[in-house]
């Protein structure tokens, strides 16, 4: 017994505690924990949620949220492209409005289209430049998978997507593709042409490879490979002839 708010009362337990007490071993309990942790809803999440509505045509549902927060850690494998989807839906980088804003004599206006006020969404998505390579990459994708996708900021940007285990795959792939798009577009941030799509699609087939050699093995392999559903090696033998033509 310990003094607990002034009166001799057991503390109350705390989430960590509970999950090493309610759950038989220590594996089960981590794994509770780190649920735990990726499902908590902070004030800073709340406002980023909220900014990122302000700037859509609609809000974004419970489960979109949800799907936007996962696909961070579902985007890729490799730490980099994860890092740049965290940065996109944190919308850490620093584009002409901030630095403006932060300091005097700056310009907050577009590189690319001399747009006067160029925030984040303008820079990744709205600026007619980058929207129009945006534009391409979609179409170019929708070859690929033969399947309508939207050009959307939350299927872009944010990685929302309708999933079942017929796509679990193209979802996969898509995810990747637009990522490495957002990678060349924060690597060529002050840039005043958009990344070129030609060379995203050279990146995107070495990327690809190297995440279909990692997947070969795994269950989600075996399980999108049933009839009349392309696996991701016929994804791969698409785009590598695709690499062939001449990109529009």
């Known amino acids: 017994m310990r003094q607990w708010e002034g009166g001799p009362v057991e503390p109350p337990v705390s989430p960590v505690l509970h999950a090493i007490l309610s759950h038989g071993t220590a594996k089960r309990a981590i794994t509770f924990i780190y649920a735990a942790l990726q499902s908590v809803d902070t004030p ?3 406002e980023l949620r909220a900014r990122w509505d302000a700037d ?3 809000p974004l549902t419970d ?3 949800s799907q936007a927060l996962c696909h961070i850690k ?4 490799n730490v980099r492209l994860r890092y740049t989807q965290l940065n996109y839906l944190h ?3 620093l584009t002409p409005c901030r630095i403006a804003k932060m300091y005097t004599g700056t310009v907050a206006a577009c590189p690319r289209c001399k747009h006067h006020r160029a925030d984040f969404m303008h820079m990744v998505w709205s600026c007619p430049i980058i929207s129009t390579a945006w534009q ?3 179409d170019t994708l929708t070859v690929v998978v033969e399947t309508p996708i939207p050009l959307t900021p939350e299927a872009c940007l944010l990685g929302i997507r309708t999933t079942n285990k017929q796509n679990k795959c193209r979802n996969k792939l898509l995810g990747l593709a637009c990522a490495l798009f957002k990678r060349m577009i924060a690597m060529h941030w002050k840039s005043q042409t958009a990344p070129k799509v030609e060379a995203w699609l050279k990146i995107l087939l070495k990327w690809a490879q190297a995440e279909s050699d990692f997947m070969s093995d795994t269950q989600i392999h075996k399980e999108i490979n049933v009839d009349n559903t392309h696996t991701w090696d016929t994804y791969m033998s698409i785009m590598l002839a695709k690499s062939d033509e001449k990109p529009p």
């Open 44 to 46: 800073s999440l709340a």
């Open 56 to 58: 859509l045509v609609s």
């Open 63 to 65: 489960t979109q949220w």
């Open 74 to 77: 579902k985007v890729s494998r």
């Open 91 to 93: 919308r850490t980088y």
């Open 136 to 138: 391409t990459v979609v």
